[in-house]
């Protein structure tokens, strides 16, 4: 089964409107932290936001937002107020296990290709 | 401004030959790093993980005579495609975590190699 598990390939959004890309997750461990991450057609994976596993807060970071429902192991990103910049891919990621010193394993999910239009 | 820098963003290369990729952390010391590579319109994949002073952690699948990884200091660990083929051209990308909490993975700019 695949980790994470991102089912838009591509999404079209209206700039000023808000947008939810969708991001599932699968782990047996109690322990995770869940990642978004930006990538634009120059190719740097710019960090966007993080939920941790045991944070009972959505996080949120300027723009986005992070729906974080454990039971449905879902975390899906809100972004709000669309600006044309916005348009790149995005990428869900999770690190699954305890946060280690030196660092942790990502996995990727397969990327939504966002395009906002005027 | 960018924690983690990547170079060479670009390189061609003819087969047979090697290239070499730096990637730097510029703030803060990293004991680990990572090395993605990256094919087209598709997700990263783990090559690698790079830990200072000892031997890097290949992933199932990645030829670790063909990938060196060498991370020779706390902020600095190198990828090199030894005798490179067209196959290997992609984009190749590094990583490093900052911080303990939650140990986020800042990136380089990533480094698009392709192979004559």
């Known amino acids: 089964a695949q980790k994470i598990t991102q089912t838009q390939p591509g999404m079209f959004v209206q700039e000023k409107e808000a947008v939810t890309l969708d991001c599932t997750y699968d782990t047996s461990d109690q322990s995770y932290g869940l990642f978004w991450y930006k990538q634009p057609s120059s190719g740097e994976m710019i960090f966007l936001i993080y939920q941790g596993s045991y944070d009972e807060q959505n996080a949120t970071e300027g723009r986005y937002s992070l729906n974080f429902q454990k039971a449905r192991k879902s975390a899906n990103l809100v972004i709000s107020a669309s600006q044309l910049g916005d348009s790149a891919m995005y990428f869900c990621?999770?690190?699954?296990?305890?946060?280690?010193?030196?660092?942790?394993?990502?996995?990727f999910g397969t990327g939504t290709q966002l395009k906002v239009e005027l | 401004g960018a924690v983690v820098s990547q170079h060479p963003s670009w390189v061609i290369c003819k087969s047979g030959t090697s290239v070499k990729i730096e990637c730097r952390s510029l703030?803060?010391?990293?004991?680990?790093m990572f090395w993605y590579r990256q094919f087209p319109k598709q997700s990263l994949m783990l090559m690698a993980t790079?830990?200072?002073?000892?031997?890097?952690?290949?992933e199932q699948g990645v030829e670790k005579d063909k990938f060196l990884i060498n991370h020779a200091s706390l902020t600095l660990s190198t990828l090199t495609v030894t005798s490179a083929h067209p196959e290997d051209s992609s984009f190749y990308i590094c990583s490093a975590s900052r911080g303990l909490t939650k140990n986020i993975q800042y990136f380089g700019a990533g480094t698009r190699l392709s192979v004559l």
């Open positions: 990621a999770m690190r699954e296990g305890r946060v280690t010193g030196g660092g942790n394993k990502l996995t």
């Open positions: 790079s830990n200072e002073g000892s031997k890097a952690t290949y």
């Open positions: 703030d803060f010391q990293a004991t680990t």
